[in-house]
């Protein structure tokens, strides 16, 4: 991978600091709940606001929560978490608020961040990216053609921390999109900001007692440009592209990109 030519704790060197109130929906027990309007394309479009959604595990929304996700009128919930956390940690609270619920496991397992692996956690990450998108590749031709149908929207796509699996996902819509690179980076790292520190605080007990150091473990929770920077250069070079990337290996054809486009852009 390349080393960092950027400082990887600045943030959002593309998004104005005025719109991230309205970027970021502020909820009690969800953390990285984020609206992924107002990015503009290489052609010259606009993502739509209010239309598209990513988030952090939405199982841990609380009553108040849900109520202040009515006003977004959400219509569908997309989650990419294993079968295991869905059993263990439940899901969005459908029974509360009625939406169309997809379950798309992007992954078999969950990534163990003590394995054992003495490799550098950012070569770590960037090869578990590779694979997820390979493995994900008819999981994410389900996920946008799902997002494309009539009445979907408004949507959210969430895994637990909303960073890797809903990270790469991002990636890949934002891409299709025509979103430049530089602009998928900065949404990447905003997880960083608002997810990272409360997400250690809340393993603190748990490292101590599985022998976990936070040396290990930050860098597999933060959203550090580099890692995705090397995935982006590695579709790049392999598929000239997302919809390269979309036509040869998600199975998508070639009119779809521009039909998410109708659907995603202004």
């Not at 608002?194 to 022998?211: C, D, I, S």
Request: with cysteine; net charge negative; aromatic share 8%.
């Amino acid at each position: 991978m390349p080393k960092p030519s950027v400082d990887t704790l600045t943030i959002v060197s593309t998004i104005a600091s005025d719109r991230l109130p309205d970027r970021v929906v502020a909820l009690e027990a969800v953390h990285n709940f984020r609206d992924l309007g107002g990015y503009t394309t290489i052609d010259g479009r606009v993502t739509r606001w209010q239309t598209l959604y990513r988030a952090d595990g939405l199982h841990r929304l609380t009553t108040a929560d849900v109520e202040a996700l009515r006003a977004l009128g959400l219509r569908t919930v997309v989650d990419l978490r294993t079968d295991r956390e869905l059993d263990e940690r439940g899901t969005f609270p459908v029974d509360a608020y009625p939406v169309t619920f997809h379950h798309l496991p992007v992954i078999d397992v969950t990534w163990d961040p003590n394995t054992g692996d003495e490799s550098d956690p950012a070569e770590f990450l960037f090869h578990q990216y590779e694979s997820l998108l390979a493995y994900g590749e008819p999981l994410f031709a389900k996920a946008f053609h799902l997002l494309g149908l009539p009445g979907a929207l408004p949507a959210v796509f969430h895994c637990a921390a909303g960073k890797d699996r809903t990270g790469i996902a991002t990636a890949v819509l934002l891409g299709l999109l025509g979103v430049p690179h530089d602009v998928i980076l900065d949404d990447y790292e905003l997880t960083t900001r608002f997810f990272t520190a409360r997400k250690m605080e809340a393993l603190a007990g748990h490292m101590v007692e599985h022998g976990i150091t936070e040396e290990r473990l930050r860098p597999l929770l933060e959203a550090r440009r580099p890692v995705l920077a090397a995935l982006l250069d590695h579709v790049r070079d392999q598929w000239g592209g997302f919809d390269g990337y979309a036509r040869e290996h998600v199975g998508l054809d070639d009119g779809f990109p521009e039909r998410l486009r109708a659907s995603l852009l202004a």
